[in-house]
């Protein structure tokens, strides 16, 4: 083999090993949220990461039925405790947890005796309403989330069930 063809594969070999410990080298790191983090309700959040392109979501540390993530995506989680990681092609980051919260709110808007009910929390909520001291339409009203409905009541006569259904 020539001297000029084994300097070449000399090269080579050293750009080769370069890119494989560099790639190796960019372990993927969780960043936010932190283990333990509570997140109050409909409180808005981030996941951040760095050195990997995929998000791995679970609601349980095993990650069986886990859901994976590209980089950009939203999701709408119900409350509970979530385990998650971030992997590149070779790597996986710590594991990390937080917990989401329940949020019970309503938002009333009245206008000439009908009262606009939305749910504005992240939780299902019951309500009834009273007519005097009877209750008007025997059967409980759930909102979903985002939910509203009209009654014919006003904000007085309105009574959440406890809140969560």
Known sequence: MKTSTKVMVGIEMMIIITAIIIVVGQKP???????????????????????????????????????????????KLTPGTYWWKVKNVLQESETR?????????????EENGTLMVYNVGNVEVGIRVLEGEEIFNKKNITLIPEEGTRINTTKENLIVEGGMK
Request: charged share 25%; hydrophobic share 45%.
């Open 29 to 75: 790191t969780a960043i936010t949220p932190i283990s333990g983090h509570v997140i109050q309700g409909t409180e808005e959040f981030k996941f951040e990461f760095e050195n990997a392109d995929t998000l791995v979501l679970a609601r349980n540390k095993e990650f069986s039925n886990a859901i994976e993530f590209d980089k950009d995506f939203a999701i």
């Open 97 to 109: 947890n937080f917990t989401l919260t329940n949020k019970v709110a309503l938002r009333l808007e």
